[in-house]
């Protein structure tokens, strides 16, 4: 079974908003910092945002104002609601869990994650 599964993703015009969504298989999900993360082709990795397990949030400057994510630890379901999309949001997104009992940092700086999913494509054109 996959731990993480990724779903919501699509193609938008610049404005628009998807939501997604990754449902966890994993144990003790409510314990885990939850993250999305993303990546274009030729670029690295990037953190977009995480929560903890107390919903503490993180963003990086990019998306402040425009994502927001969220939790739902009874579903065992992390969201990512993206509004006013720009063409430079076009990624793959994915979702991570952190290791157990560790709370999130700056979603800007690496982090070990103990399970990822398989990334959804996010597609904004102008």
């Known amino acids: 079974q996959v731990p993480l599964f990724e779903s919501g993703g699509g193609s938008v015009q610049a404005g628009g908003s998807l939501r997604l969504a990754c449902a966890a298989s994993?144990?003790?999900?409510?314990?885990?910092?939850m993250a999305w993360f993303r990546q274009v082709p030729g670029k690295e990795r990037e953190g977009v945002a995480n929560?903890?397990?107390?919903?503490?949030?993180r963003y990086i400057e990019l998306v402040k104002g425009r994502f927001t994510i969220s939790r739902d630890n009874a579903k065992r379901t992390l969201y990512l609601q993206m509004n006013s999309l720009k063409p430079e949001d076009t990624a793959m997104y994915y979702c991570g869990a952190g290791v157990w009992g560790v709370g999130c940092s700056d979603p800007t700086l690496p982090v070990r994650l103990q399970f990822w999913g398989q990334g959804t494509q996010v597609t904004v054109s102008s």
């Open positions: 994993i144990s003790s999900y409510s314990r885990y910092c």
């Open positions: 929560i903890d397990s107390d919903g503490g949030t």
